[in-house]
């Protein structure tokens, strides 16, 4: 199996900073890419930003210039470096893999069961 643990959702001050981590676990014999999504009550579930294995990212217009994805393959991590945050941030950040699994001859997408930041004075 490929498990996600997610980590690093708090309570902060608007235009304060938070570093999310996401950690790939398992019989995992690649990974095509991560994302953070994020989903607010009563809202859909959006991209925030992603990460293909030969380093190409892509952001949500509206975190452009505040967030950087990052990752640290050799401890099958990524990161979320979120700066300058707004209370319209505030939602649960899931993380998600494009892996392959030991054993298997496709690909499937994996989530974490999510963190919460919350963005408030």
């Known amino acids: 199996q490929v498990q996600l643990v997610e980590s690093g959702g708090g309570l902060v001050q608007p235009g304060g900073s938070l570093r999310l981590s996401c950690a790939a676990s398992?019989?995992?014999?690649?990974?095509?890419?991560m994302g953070w999504y994020r989903q607010a009550p009563g809202k859909q579930r959006e991209l925030v930003a992603a990460?293909?294995?030969?380093?190409?990212?892509n952001y949500a217009d509206s975190v452009k210039g505040r967030f950087t994805i990052s990752g640290d393959s050799a401890k099958n991590t990524v990161y979320l470096q979120m700066n300058s945050l707004k209370p319209e941030d505030t939602a649960v950040y899931y993380c998600?893999?494009?892996?392959?699994?030991?054993?298997?001859?496709?690909?499937?997408?994996?989530w974490g069961k999510g963190t919460l930041v919350t963005v408030s004075s």
């Open positions: 990460i293909t294995s030969g380093g190409s990212t």
């Open positions: 398992g019989s995992i014999f690649s990974i095509n890419a």
């Open positions: 998600n893999a494009d892996a392959l699994e030991d054993g298997l001859g496709y690909g499937m997408d994996y």
